[in-house]
């Protein structure tokens, strides 16, 4: 069973559309997070989630929007979309805020 | 903002050698850990190493950290052509989620 799994793998979308990336975790972790990484590889905090309360709200354009119906599911909703957001959005989710990440395998975004 | 910069950007050996990677990070931390990425997937956790340890071991794997130094290594032995991936360094901090460096790629050719 995956433990994290995201959808979809890939989006293709035009700039101004709104979309949806869903994340759901099993493994009954508390925290669940968003990271984006650009075409340098550089892993950014987005946002994260724990027992349904954000706790962290990075700098990140009101454009996008955490919503977890429950502590299994943690999704991204982006508004409005431009080129810049283009990039892998992973999901992650860990027992404790500081313990280790199990990451999804990513969903590539290219907005044209 | 407190985050890793890992030493080198990339790196390139040979099956059999040991690869060392280096991690830099600005503040004091509670733990640190590091992360394996393999190409268009999700980040792997390796090993965890807190603030009051120097040394930990996971197989091939070998982390040291230098709190004096705000520094960690990550040492890979006997390297494999599986091997060849990203590596993470993440410090975690009061009030913030884990943050990550940039990484380092190796290849491991065979």
């Known amino acids: 069973d995956t433990a994290v799994s995201q959808t979809p793998k890939y989006l293709v979308t035009q700039m101004g559309n709104d979309k949806s990336i869903k994340c759901e975790q099993n493994?009954?972790?508390?925290?669940m997070y968003w990271y984006k990484q650009d075409s340098k590889k550089f892993l950014k905090i987005m946002f994260s989630y724990n027992n349904k309360e954000l706790i962290i709200n990075e700098t990140v354009p009101n454009r996008f929007s955490p919503k977890s119906p429950d502590k299994a599911h943690l999704n991204l909703h982006i508004n409005s979309l431009e080129l810049g957001d283009s990039a892998v959005y992973f999901c992650?989710?860990?027992?404790?805020?500081?313990?280790?990440?199990?990451f999804g395998n990513g969903t590539r975004l290219t907005v044209t | 903002s407190q985050q890793g910069e890992e030493d080198p950007q990339a790196l390139s050996i040979q099956e059999g050698e040991n690869a060392t990677m280096n991690c830099s990070y600005k503040t004091s931390i509670n733990n640190l850990q590091w992360y394996r990425q393999n190409s268009g997937r999700g980040l792997v956790h390796l090993i965890l190493?807190?603030?009051?340890?120097r040394e930990k071991h996971s197989g091939r794997l070998r982390v040291t950290l230098d709190t004096s130094k705000k520094s960690s290594s990550l040492l890979i032995t006997a390297s494999r052509a599986a091997d060849t991936a990203s590596y993470f360094c993440a410090t975690d901090g009061a009030g913030t989620a884990l943050i990550f460096g940039k990484g380092t790629t190796l290849s491991v050719s065979s």
């Open positions: 992650a989710s860990s027992q404790a805020r500081y313990s280790p990440l199990h």
């Open positions: 190493i807190r603030s009051n340890e």
């Open positions: 493994l009954g972790h508390d925290t």
